[in-house]
């Protein structure tokens, strides 16, 4: 994000809302929009299909990553399909497509001094790195100029998410200058200087040329960069509003080793923005020269890291320079922070990577955290030297299955068990089914309860996954053969919220945690914070651990839904608590 002028196109745009802050746009195509929806685990594809265009809803596009369709709408229908979908028990959440803007006006070009640099010790970095080629920063924005001379020699192959093509001309000039602040070439007697030289850029496009992107197109970006091999992907992005496919695409990175960086916002504000209040993101602010918080900046418990983000002197679309300021730019030169950390050490899992970045700031404000600058302003050479100091770990654990047998044909409840090993320690196993997570322990000697009434009736692949504190992880399979009786089933879960009580005030790490019963048996549950799919499990306990420092002050409502195997759907008496 960006802070603009006086009369901006933001306050252009939303000027019928009577809002700056718009907090509920969806993205739009002449009188459509969009919803996003994530069917119930056992759904029949063809039958989620055949449902959805009976609704008026055709799926438009797919994130196959996510499991998630995108769908149009009527904008007059909206409401009505939305709650019609909600009600039909064949999916996870269904929420709207939302957007986040990323506009932006260039300050006064005569800023030739890359003031940053220094601040953030970057001089002293480039002694142990200059960063490696093979660790490429997936930037998420309006594009890049291909053919400035401080920037083209840096790109590889991006995509557009809004033509669908390989063309990643820059719709508004933002993404140009987002991707020069973390890797315009450097020591090339050409224009300006940047923190990683030898990082390569891919363009990834989702901003229109009025300076707004959709959430579906972000998700999917970030899914394409993780893909595609780049662990730092940077979003200069902001919208006001969660997001279940938005937290999902974060996850799925994470997952991968990848971590996504985004700014935090420039409304001077408390409130959460978005993807950079997301579990697993790390939301930047913005700092001056001086070592303050900007003026424009956003801020509160949500905030990780800060980096400079005023007169950042970066590559313009057409060939030229200029001075930004805004946190689109403090979050870019803390994700090329991130590319020098990994270019010295490859082998750093994603929670290391965080780890490393936060202990090694340089503390601004409150001793420790604090809600201007999270954990400290970024200090790249204490990140270098902690990197080459970096002892991982590459070996992953090993792990077996003793029961079920391959091949063996299972029915009803069946415990899935093993064990694993490794030379560090164990710190989580978790069994999957299908490729969709099924639960999770602790315990190195596992045993876990499987619902073969949550999946159809024929083979099944059940992997057990084990992780180490660095991250390795180590796995077994078995292949079985479900055979289950289903009978006619109309009666839907019980469910209940059982903590936190209706009415507590919360803060720190909160346990929420949902009971679920059924006549016949739970196949899944899932737990929501104001709307937004935060948990979604098959197996008790049904728990979510809620961290409210990334949430805003207030009121906010939890609720929670169970399904059974023939699609009826529970809901628990929803909760507010205050925060």
């Given at each position: 994000m960006t802070t603009k002028p006086r009369v901006s196109l933001l306050t252009f745009r939303c000027?019928?809302?009577?809002?700056?802050?718009?907090s509920a746009i969806w993205a739009q195509r002449a009188n459509e929009s969009q919803l996003m929806v994530q069917p119930r685990?056992?759904?029949?594809?063809?039958?989620?299909?055949?449902?959805?265009?009976?609704?008026?809803?055709?799926?438009?596009?797919?994130?196959?990553?996510?499991?998630?369709?995108?769908?149009?709408?009527?904008?007059?229908?909206?409401?009505?399909?939305?709650?019609?979908?909600?009600?039909?028990?064949?999916f996870i959440f269904v929420e709207k497509d939302q957007i986040a803007q990323a506009t932006a006006t260039p300050n006064d070009p005569d800023y030739p001094s890359a003031w940053h640099l220094t601040q953030i010790s970057a001089p002293s970095a480039w002694d142990s790195t200059?960063?490696?080629?093979?660790?490429?920063?997936?930037?998420?924005?309006?594009?890049?100029?291909?053919?400035?001379?401080?920037?083209?020699?840096?790109?590889?192959?991006?995509?557009?998410?809004?033509?669908?093509?390989?063309?990643?001309?820059?719709?508004?000039?933002?993404?140009?200058?987002?991707?020069?602040?973390?890797?315009?070439?450097?020591?090339?007697?050409?224009?300006?200087?940047?923190?990683?030289?030898?990082?390569?850029?891919?363009?990834?496009?989702?901003?229109?040329?009025?300076?707004?992107?959709?959430?579906?197109?972000?998700?999917?970006?970030?899914?394409?960069a993780t893909d595609h091999g780049a662990r730092i992907?940077?979003?200069?992005?902001?919208?006001?509003?969660?997001?279940?496919?938005?937290?999902?695409?974060?996850?799925?990175?994470?997952?991968?080793?990848?971590?996504?960086?985004?700014?935090?916002?420039?409304?001077?504000?408390?409130?959460p923005y978005y993807p950079a209040a997301c579990d697993n993101a790390l939301a930047i602010s913005s700092t001056n020269s001086q070592d303050q918080l900007s003026g424009f900046s956003n801020y509160g418990s949500w905030i990780d890291l800060a980096a400079p983000g005023e007169n950042i002197w970066t590559t313009n679309s057409g060939?030229?320079?200029?001075?930004?300021?805004?946190?689109?730019?403090?979050?870019?030169?803390?994700?090329?922070?991130?590319?020098?950390?990994?270019?010295l050490q490859p082998s750093l899992s994603a929670s290391a990577l965080v780890s490393l970045l936060e202990q090694n700031t340089d503390d601004l404000g409150t001793p420790g955290f604090d809600t201007s600058f999270g954990w400290g302003r970024v200090n790249a050479y204490k990140v270098a030297l902690a990197a080459k100091g970096f002892v991982g770990d590459t070996i992953p654990p090993t792990v077996s299955i003793s029961s079920p047998a391959a091949a063996e044909t299972v029915s009803g409840t069946v415990t899935v068990s093993g064990s694993a090993a490794d030379n560090t320690g164990v710190t989580k196993v978790e069994l999957w089914v299908d490729g969709v997570l099924n639960s999770s322990t602790t315990s190195a000697a596992f045993s876990f309860s499987w619902n073969s009434a949550g999946v159809a009736n024929g083979?099944?692949?059940?992997?057990?996954?084990?992780?180490?504190?660095?991250?390795?992880?180590?796995?077994?399979?078995?292949?079985?053969?479900?055979?289950?009786?289903?009978?006619?089933?109309?009666?839907?879960?019980?469910?209940?919220?059982?903590?936190?009580?209706?009415?507590?005030?919360?803060?720190?790490?909160?346990?929420i945690n949902v009971s679920a019963s059924d006549n016949v048996a739970v196949t899944q549950a899932a737990i929501y914070i104001d709307g937004v799919l935060k948990y979604t499990g098959t197996a008790p306990p049904y728990t979510y651990n809620w961290n409210t420092q990334k949430t805003a002050p207030g009121t906010h409502t939890i609720t929670a839904k169970a399904w059974d195997a023939a699609g009826n759907i529970g809901s628990a008496s929803p909760i507010s608590v205050k925060h």
């Open positions: 000027l019928p809302l009577l809002a700056v802050t718009c685990l056992g759904a029949d594809s063809k039958a989620v299909a055949q449902f959805l265009a009976a609704s008026g809803a055709p799926i438009d596009h797919t994130l196959a990553a996510l499991n998630v369709h995108v769908l149009r709408v009527p904008t007059t229908a909206l409401d009505r399909v939305q709650q019609a979908l909600e009600n039909s028990g064949m200059t960063g490696s080629p093979n660790v490429v920063i997936a930037i998420v924005d309006s594009g890049a100029d291909s053919t400035h001379p401080d920037l083209g020699p840096k790109l590889v192959p991006g995509w557009s998410f809004l033509t669908g093509t390989s063309n990643i001309s820059d719709t508004m000039g933002h993404g140009t200058a987002t991707a020069g602040t973390s890797g315009a070439a450097t020591n090339n007697s050409t224009g300006v200087s940047s923190i990683a030289w030898q990082n390569p850029i891919m363009p990834l496009v989702v901003v229109d040329s009025t300076g707004y992107a959709s959430y579906s197109n972000m998700a999917n970006a970030i899914t394409y992907i940077n979003l200069s992005l902001a919208g006001s509003g969660a997001s279940s496919t938005l937290q999902n695409a974060v996850n799925y990175a994470w997952s991968k080793g990848a971590v996504v960086f985004a700014s935090a916002g420039n409304s001077s504000s408390s409130s060939g030229g320079y200029g001075a930004w300021s805004g946190t689109s730019f403090s979050s870019p030169i803390a994700a090329a922070v991130g590319a020098l950390a990994l270019s083979g099944h692949t059940l992997v057990a996954k084990a992780y180490d504190a660095a991250g390795n992880v180590g796995q077994a399979s078995v292949n079985v053969a479900v055979s289950n009786v289903i009978p006619p089933d109309t009666v839907p879960p019980a469910v209940a919220i059982t903590n936190p009580a209706n009415g507590a005030t919360v803060n720190g790490n909160v346990k």
